[in-house]
């Protein structure tokens, strides 16, 4: 029989993007297959709101604080540039270096804590991580000089590169599959919660505070040790639970062996899935930093307006990414992750001219809010997405990985943002003033259409059973026992439902069906 030519095969890939295509997915008995991926039909959200227990809901939450809590103490440098730029005696442009230097650093973070997450549990390396975060936030508040205050900020990268991957892999490997694509949009708007609550804070207790802008850093500190503190309250997550329970826990050297071995074997079967992940988490990252980072910025240097009511426009464009976030992951779990992304993504760049071609505030704000709600709408696909095509035992430091260096590739979005602007003059009210508005127009329509591009050449792992897994470095016998249907069928063979059971760890590369 002929081989299929290129031209098939491409448009054979992207019609599965609409409709269901095949794949590598964890079954619901916990055994790698490769076939039809899983699709549910829409289902009332009430139904899904309700199909988590209560101990569901208690792990989400904590890792949405979390998530949440890194949001509001990344975004606390980017709501006061403009008063940084005056009590350091720098330029904006130089204030948004320290934005370049937390997000490059951020991969770092995100390899120290995913690891320890994965290997030791997601609780204590949780609460570590976020008591560090607090301490690196408060110490912000009392830097006195310029290099001081980059320093500061460096570290603080590192600390928060850990967050995202230990409270993605937490919050939906204890959510029910059918409730994931909800709960990831929910998880993910976490990020844009924490700038919601700076920019309130940022107007109604930063003007009156003796303190000025170092009380947005206060109450980060403050907020952040609480999240740790609830945190030490709830128990680890049931996999690491069981593992102890069933006598599956290595301890010392032998562990740290046995997580290595499981390591170096996902190295060389996730590759392509890694450079697809990393490229995507770019792009991603490119565009929430791009829309986000100098919109305060941009309405009051550009637009004219006073920080109070950039600062209100803030806040309705992040009411707009909480409800984009939502409503696009709950329908990703019916209609595809990839194809959700790709429609949030072509409404979005339809929606540029709003943003960016009104003077009124009404309507700039509104523009806003709907760029926002798509930027965001594909965002919160991006947690159930990356923790479907991790490895299932790596799913706290893949992701986190993955999210992370594609922030550090995006490091630069606000600095080159506010580079442009700053050298492109126009005249607001008389008075020279930076272009914002042209240069984000440009660089998001780049982005738009590049994401687009990029996600549907991707995979997709859709209502994949990853919690059914054991976590990494778990005895290697134990796990043929639990997994034996995988790990018997080297040769490949098939199972009672008539797909073909795969072995996981065994074949070239799980990527090979694309």
């Not at 139904?47 to 792990?59: D, H, K, W």
């Not at 109604?204 to 999240?227: D, H, Q």
């Not at 706290?396 to 999210?403: E, K, R, T, V, W």
């Amino acid at each position: 029989m002929a081989e299929p030519s290129r031209t098939s095969k491409m448009w054979k890939h992207f019609k599965e993007i609409w409709t269901t295509g095949e794949g590598n997915y964890i079954n619901e008995h916990g055994e790698a297959v490769y076939g039809k991926l899983p699709r549910a039909k829409v289902e009332n959200p009430f139904r899904t709101i309700c199909r988590p227990t209560f101990m569901n809901y208690l792990f989400f939450f904590v890792g949405w604080m979390a998530w949440t809590m890194d949001g509001y103490d990344f975004h606390t440098v980017s709501l006061s540039v403009s008063r940084l730029a005056v009590y350091y005696g720098q330029h904006r442009e130089h204030i948004t270096t320290s934005i370049t230097l937390t997000l490059l650093f951020r991969s770092v973070g995100a390899v120290i804590f995913g690891l320890a997450g994965d290997l030791y549990g997601r609780k204590y390396p949780m609460v570590i991580n976020l008591v560090i975060i607090a301490g690196l936030q408060l110490a912000t508040a009392y830097c006195d000089t310029f290099s001081e205050f980059l320093g500061v900020r460096a570290l603080f990268g590192i600390g928060m590169g850990g967050i995202w991957g230990l409270s993605a892999s937490m919050a939906l490997e204890n959510m029910p599959v059918e409730a994931r694509g909800l709960f990831s949009g929910l998880l993910q708007q976490g990020y844009a919660l924490g700038y919601l609550i700076a920019a309130v804070f940022n107007l109604y207790a930063v003007p009156g505070s003796p303190y000025t802008w170092k009380m947005l850093f206060f109450i980060g500190a403050g907020l952040t040790l609480a999240v740790a503190f609830a945190r030490l309250l709830f128990p680890e997550s049931k996999q690491f639970i069981e593992q102890k329970k069933n006598g599956e826990n290595p301890q010392g050297k032998q562990k740290v062996k046995l997580f290595l071995a499981d390591g170096k074997k996902i190295l060389k079967e996730y590759w392509r899935k890694a450079l697809y992940a990393i490229v995507m988490m770019a792009l991603f990252n490119f565009m929430s930093h791009t829309s986000q980072d100098m919109f305060p910025t941009y309405m009051q240097q550009t637009k004219g307006f006073s920080p109070e009511m950039a600062s209100k426009a803030t806040i309705i464009a992040k009411t707009g990414a909480l409800v984009g976030g939502t409503v696009c992951g709950y329908y990703s779990q019916f209609f595809g992750r990839r194809a959700t992304i790709m429609v949030a993504t072509f409404c979005g760049a339809a929606l540029i001219p709003l943003w960016v071609l009104p003077s009124s505030w009404g309507t700039l704000t509104a523009g806003a809010f709907l760029i926002q709600f798509m930027v965001q709408g594909a965002w919160g696909v991006v947690p159930i997405h990356l923790q479907e095509l991790a490895p299932p035992q790596f799913r706290s430091s893949f992701p986190g990985i993955a999210y992370q260096l594609g922030n550090m590739v995006s490091a630069p979005a606000a600095q080159i943002s506010s580079a442009i602007s700053e050298g492109l003059i126009i005249y607001v009210n008389g008075e020279e003033a930076p272009d914002y508005g042209t240069t984000q127009a440009a660089m998001m329509s780049v982005i738009f259409v590049l994401l687009f591009i990029w996600v549907a050449c991707g995979y997709e792992q859709r209502g994949s059973h990853f919690e059914l897994v054991a976590v990494a470095g778990t005895d290697t016998l134990t796990h043929e026992n639990k997994l034996r249907a995988v790990e018997g069928s080297e040769s490949g063979e098939k199972d009672n439902s008539g797909v073909e059971t795969i072995d996981h760890r065994e074949q070239p590369s799980p990527d090979s069906s694309k």
